[in-house]
Nanobody, 123 residues
Framework: QVQLVESGGGLVQPGGSLRLSCAAS????????MGWFRQAPGKEREFVAA????????YYADSVKGRFTISRDNAKNTVALQMSSLKPEDTALYYC????????????????WGRGTQVTVSL
């Protein structure tokens, strides 16, 4: 049974940093695309970042490029999202995802989803 469990969310001031982590279990993810999506209240779920587990190629939404960094740790089977220069518009529930094939930025590409971790950027 595949499980993705996010952690690391919280309340941070604008300009601050947070590091989200996703613990993946239940199968070998070496052929998977691992992604992060987010959803703010009243808005659609949107792509944030993704990493190809086998190649470490990374992809980012334009809105986070240069501020967020996605990475993976083979030994720990985790995927991290380092977020810096956070803005109030980054406030959302952040989901970790895993999928095998498809368009990187499309939610239906991903077969497995975590429950999410809340990130709130506010004074």
């Amino acid at each position: 049974q595949v499980q993705l469990v996010e952690s690391g969310g919280g309340l941070v001031q604008p300009g601050g940093s947070l590091r989200l982590s996703c613990a993946a279990s239940g199968r070998t993810f070496s052929r998977y695309i691992m992604g992060w999506f987010r959803q703010a209240p009243g808005k659609e779920r949107e792509f944030v970042a993704a990493i190809i587990w086998s190649s470490s190629n990374t992809y980012y939404a334009d809105s986070v490029k240069g501020r967020f960094t996605i990475s993976r740790d083979n030994a720990k089977n985790t995927v991290a999202l380092q977020m810096s220069s956070l803005k109030p518009e980054d406030t959302a529930l952040y989901y970790c995802t895993a999928g095998e094939n498809g368009l990187i930025q499309t939610p239906r590409t991903y077969d497995y989803w975590g429950r999410g971790t809340q990130v709130t950027v506010s004074l």
